[in-house]
């Protein structure tokens, strides 16, 4: 088992909008050996995640693995093999869908043809027909909405989505069936957690009822109270951004995890203290923990950050990706770009993983975990690796 301490915080020190530059192939590319100057007409390159709001942790974590994870694929060359170097511009969209699409739309109009980033589901599910519309390579960051995979040719993902989360979180399950309750928010990825676990367990026999609220709640107690009468067998909790203490701590208060099993997703770092005073009592499933995998790509992570979070393999896969399409593909014809990702398997921080060529789900390992210690002393310990064709979401879903 690997084991990851929640010692310290990752700081806030990006700045809303930051420049940094870049370059690359992928893993199977050659780049000419490393520490090489690049030269030659740059390919930009756009980053339209949260760097402030409710998700400016993610977005944060996001970028910082994206840095490390171009650093990684380009053997520190600065460029393709052709010698054109990727100048990365990272914009804060805030959280906010109209104000994404208004990033996205000015760097298309300066000539960027592959944007990423996105840590909301409202965000990304906004974004990837405008890459169809217009015709530019869009590659998700931490979004789990399913809605994205699919959607169309030019949208791809970095992170897992939601039916990966709900289908590891039903190996933790002994028997799937009986009354399971989705508490979340009222939004694009809540209510995609809700049809998530609808087709896993409600395909098992469970009956799946929700309870959404407002993604602007901040006084939990009714709702736990409304979860006590409800007396499900299981609850199943999908939450994100900065009221995740406040949520946990309603639940805690009102004797929740007295009444039913409760599973959950394991939270960024900063939620770790949130979880109480004994959260051996939460079945947490895990879209990544620290320390977790043993490969080049994870130690390449891991010596670059210090403390890498939830998150960061997203940013550090969305730079594999950016490299791969924009160096074994043509900045200038997205169709390349596509075609170099279809299918590509490539060793990623959580291990080996596929972009399936059909509808451009990002296939990969997902784990299950539980926390120890004190609250100042969070230990995140991985309990199993689940592979990555037994989470697969259905194609054609």
């Known amino acids: 088992m690997r084991r990851r301490t929640a010692s310290r915080l990752l700081p806030a020190l990006l700045a809303p909008v930051l420049l940094a530059t870049a370059c690359g192939g992928g893993d199977d590319t050659d780049t000419g050996g490393s520490g090489g100057q690049a030269d030659g007409e740059p390919i ?26 171009l650093d990684y694929a380009t053997d520190g060359t600065g460029a393709c093999p052709d010698g054109r170097p990727i100048e990365i511009e990272t914009i804060d969209d805030g959280g906010d869908p109209e104000q994404a699409v208004s990033a996205a739309t000015d760097l298309v109009g300066r000539g960027v043809t592959v944007l990423g980033g996105t840590a909301s589901s ?3 599910v906004q974004l990837a027909p405008f890459a169809e ?35 590891t979180a039903a190996t933790l399950l002994e028997n799937a069936s009986g009354d399971v309750l989705v508490f979340a928010q009222d939004t694009e990825f809540g ?12 395909d098992e026999g469970a009956t799946v009822d929700s309870l959404l609220v407002p993604a602007s709640a901040n006084e939990f107690t009714p709702f736990a109270q409304q979860i006590n009468d409800a007396a499900p067998d299981l609850l199943f909790v999908a939450w994100a951004g900065d009221t995740t203490s406040a949520m946990w701590q309603a639940l805690q208060q009102q004797g929740v995890f007295d009444r039913t099993t409760v599973t959950t997703g394991l939270g960024d770092l900063a939620s770790w203290p949130a979880y109480g005073e004994e959260p051996q009592d939460i079945n947490f499933l895990a879209h990544y923990v620290s320390g977790t995998t043993d490969n080049e790509a994870a130690d390449a992570m891991e010596e670059a950050i210090a403390e890498p979070d939830l998150f960061t393999p997203d940013g550090f896969v969305t730079a594999q990706m950016v490299v791969r399409a924009v160096c074994e593909g043509d900045p200038a014809d997205t169709a390349s770009m596509i075609e170099a990702l279809e299918g590509w398997e490539f060793q990623a ?25 004190p609250v100042g002393e969070r230990v995140g310990e991985v309990l199993s690796t689940v592979p990555a064709d037994e989470v697969a979401p259905p194609e054609g879903s």
Do not use: C, W
Not at 52 to 68: F, K, M, N, Q, T
Not at 191 to 202: F, M, T
Not at 361 to 373: D, E
């Open 133 to 167: 519309e217009n015709d530019i390579l869009y590659l998700s960051g931490a979004a789990a909405s399913d809605a994205i995979t699919g959607i169309n040719d030019n949208t791809f993902r970095a992170g897992r989505q939601t039916y990966q989360d709900v289908a």
């Open 44 to 69: 930009p390159v756009g980053i339209v995640t949260s760097l402030s709001g409710p998700l400016s942790s993610y977005g944060e974590a996001y970028v910082e693995g994206l840095d490390a994870g």
């Open 191 to 202: 209510q995609g957690n809700v049809a998530a676990v609808e087709a896993v367990l409600g």
């Open 349 to 373: 921080p959580k291990g080996m993983q596929t972009i399936r060529a059909s509808d451009h789900a990002m296939i990969q390992p997902m784990f299950t975990a539980q926390l120890t210690g």
């Open 122 to 124: 409202g965000v990304a």
